[in-house]
């Protein structure tokens, strides 16, 4: 079974702090993702890579920043957290394969708190 | 703009009874679509999908109609059951766009009642 594991499941910072979030997959999937969820917004695509050091801007990038270094890692930033970052953060992973994207998985996601 | 929309944030539904959770698009470059569910304080699962060139997809209880022309898709729950209960996310996709980011809808609750 793949396995997409984040690195704590409930964080809490204080405003202006650096925030690392990590997210780990065991099954070689060459694509990764970084969305946000919050109550009647769904979820919101903030980063994705596709390959190693490789990395794309999705549809609310700003006040982010991400680093893959390793095909299994990849890191969301928030250089300096503010309170409208609090939210539920999910990583998620998928094959590239041919024909296009397929099922993402996710993880269990982490709580963030910004105060 | 919202791409992709579920217009119910809840449904409720008698168990056993069938659950149909709708979902409508407007990017007619969206060609792959895709169900997920998810409970409380998990990631979202994974559960079925759809290309464009299809109309209909089917896997146990689960059927996903889609129709093109209406820019509308739908999940069917047959019958529903009590582990049923959680939020639906439709997801969309743009295969040739280039992109493997989904564009996810803001979710509908469903609700199954004994």
């Known amino acids: 079974d793949v396995k997409v594991t984040q690195s704590s499941r409930y964080l809490v910072k204080r405003t202006g702090e650096k925030v690392f979030l990590e997210c780990v997959q065991d099954?070689?999937?060459?694509?990764m993702f970084w969305y946000r969820q919050d109550p009647g917004l769904g979820l919101r695509l903030i980063y994705f890579?596709?390959?190693?050091?490789?990395?794309e801007k999705g549809d609310i990038p700003e006040g982010y920043s991400v680093s893959r270094e390793k095909k299994e890692r990849f890191s969301l930033i928030l250089e300096s957290a503010s309170t409208n970052q609090t939210s539920m953060y999910l990583c998620?992973?998928?094959?590239?394969?041919?024909?296009?994207?397929?099922?993402?998985?996710f993880g269990p996601g982490t709580r963030l708190t910004v105060l | 703009d919202q791409q992709v929309k579920q217009n119910s944030p809840s449904l409720s539904v008698q168990e056993g009874r069938i659950s149909i959770l709708n979902c409508d698009y407007t990017?007619?470059?969206?060609?792959?679509f895709l169900w997920y569910k998810k409970y409380p304080a998990e990631g979202p699962t994974f559960l079925i999908s759809?290309?464009?060139?299809?109309d209909k997809n089917e896997d146990g209880r689960f059927t996903v109609f889609l129709n093109k022309s209406a820019k509308h898709l739908s999940l069917h729950i047959v019958p529903s059951q009590p582990g049923d209960s959680a939020v639906y996310f439709c997801?969309?996709?743009?295969?040739?766009?280039?992109?493997?980011?989904?564009?996810f809808g803001k979710g509908t609750h469903l609700i199954i009642q004994p």
């Open positions: 998620a992973s998928s094959p590239r394969l041919a024909g296009g994207p397929e099922e993402q998985f």
């Open positions: 099954m070689d999937h060459e694509n």
């Open positions: 890579s596709y390959d190693v050091k490789m990395k």
């Open positions: 990017n007619s470059m969206f060609d792959y």
């Open positions: 759809i290309s464009s060139i299809k």
């Open positions: 997801a969309a996709s743009d295969r040739g766009g280039g992109a493997d980011g989904l564009t």
